[in-house]
Every structure is written in structure tokens, then in C-alpha cells.
């Protein structure tokens, strides 16, 4: 174990403190997709109560605020979470805001520079209202079809998305399945309140779950200078 004296510390953390946190903290009863399990977490010991440790007791699908989701989610015999490439979620990744009340649309993108191999964030309106309370929110902004289909035609490594879903309520499936298929990665429920558009490096961890459809995964960015 290394121990840090109170003046080395700082000086540690400086250069590396400009990393914001974008994802949903998980917590008792926290809004989740409407068939997916409830989010349960629980002290099963408590120092409060006199018990030595404090432990907890962690429950909700694996689609729970903000997370990645692997080909098998969708496509029959796809890769699981475990197999992902983690070069599709670490590195650098643009944020593009999107201004349309409703959808992402392929006209709003189309005006900007989505290259080939990028992994792009759009941050709506979900981010700044949607996560509020833990009611479920239908009305969510969304990739639309032909948006999907022009980040597969321009071959993007990554897209993610500030709701708990990339496609709409009603052809949604499509919208994965598309998308997954084309062996791109997507990241679901983040919070882009705290950043604007440009240029950051990502870091996006889903957790190892084996053959996973999906895992919850920490997710940070850093604007690239
Ligand atoms: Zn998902």
C-alpha cells in the first residue's frame, strides 16, 4: 500500500483533475427502462446499527442508468460485454449538442465532422431534464432511423446517448439491432449536463459481467486542449 504525505497529494492530482464524471450515480429505486427489473440497494450490515462493516446488497438489470450495450442484446450469437474491444470506450470522442425537441435527425448531423472510427456523444435535452426524479421518462429525445443509419454509413466506432435508450419507444429494436450489427459500440444513460460540445477523451468501463447483454459502466471525459 502507498501512503501520500499531505504534501505530495495535490501535486498528484493536479494535471489530472479536469476529468468530469458524466455518469448517473445507481441508487435505491432509481429509474430504470419499464419491463426491466427494479434497482434495489440495501445495507445488509450497518456500522450504524452496531454491525462491524458496513456491506450492501446490489440488484437491477444490467441496463441500468448509464451503461454499454453488447451485440448480444440484440443480434443471436453476438458478442457478449466481456468480449467488447475496450479501444471502442477508451480514447478521444467528440460531444455534439443536438438541439431538435424530439429526435436526433439525420440533417441536424450531417452538418458536422463525424469521421470515420469516432466516438461520438450527443448530449439533448434528456441531460438537462430526463434524470430528474425517478419516474420514467417516454418522452425522451432519440436517434432516429436514417440518423442510425448515417453514423453506420460514416463507420463510427462509437455513439452514446443521454437517456436509457439510443432508438425511440416504438422501433427502437431496429435502431439497436442496426447499429449493433454494424459491430458499433453504444453507450446508454449518460449525463452530459456538466459538458459542452468539443473535444474530450473518453473512459468508459462496463463492468465485466460474462456474456453479458449489457454491464453499467463508469463513464468520464476530459477536454482535450
Ligand atoms: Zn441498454
Not at 431538435?100 to 440533417?107: A, D, N, R
Not at 435535452?125 to 430526463?130: D, F, G, I, T, V
Not at 459500440?185 to 449489457?214: F, H, M, R, W
Request: hydrophobic letters at 40%.
Amino acid at each position: 500500500m502507498v501512503y501520500y504525505s499531505e504534501k505530495q497529494a495535490p501535486r498528484q492530482m493536479s494535471a489530472a483533475s479536469r476529468w468530469l464524471d458524466v455518469s448517473v450515480p445507481i441508487r435505491d429505486g432509481m429509474v430504470h427502462w419499464p419491463d426491466n427489473p427494479p434497482v434495489r440497494l440495501v445495507r445488509t450490515l450497518d456500522m450504524t446499527k452496531g454491525d462491524v462493516c458496513t456491506v450492501s446488497m446490489l440488484s437491477l438489470g444490467v441496463h441500468t442508468g448509464t451503461h454499454v450495450d453488447a451485440p448480444v442484446h440484440f443480434v443471436q450469437h453476438g458478442a457478449g460485454i466481456d468480449a467488447l474491444s475496450i479501444d471502442n470506450l477508451i480514447g478521444s470522442a467528440q460531444v455534439i449538442q443536438i438541439h431538435h425537441s424530439k429526435m436526433i435527425t439525420v440533417e441536424e448531423i450531417r452538418r458536422r465532422r463525424i469521421r470515420a472510427g469516432s466516438r461520438v456523444l450527443f448530449k439533448t435535452q434528456n441531460s438537462l431534464c430526463r434524470w430528474r426524479g425517478d419516474a420514467f421518462a417516454p418522452d425522451y429525445i432519440y436517434l432516429s432511423r436514417d440518423a442510425a443509419r448515417f453514423l453506420i454509413m460514416r463507420r463510427v466506432r462509437t455513439v452514446g446517448i443521454d437517456y436509457l435508450s439510443i432508438g425511440s419507444m416504438d422501433d427502437g429494436l431496429e435502431t439497436h439491432r442496426e447499429i449493433l450489427e454494424a459491430g458499433i459500440c453504444i453507450i446508454e444513460g449518460l449525463n452530459l449536463a456538466s459538458v459542452t460540445e468539443g473535444a474530450y477523451d473518453l473512459v468508459c468501463l462496463p463492468l465485466k459481467i460474462q456474456d453479458g447483454d449489457g454491464a453499467p459502466a463508469r463513464v468520464v471525459l476530459r477536454p482535450r486542449s
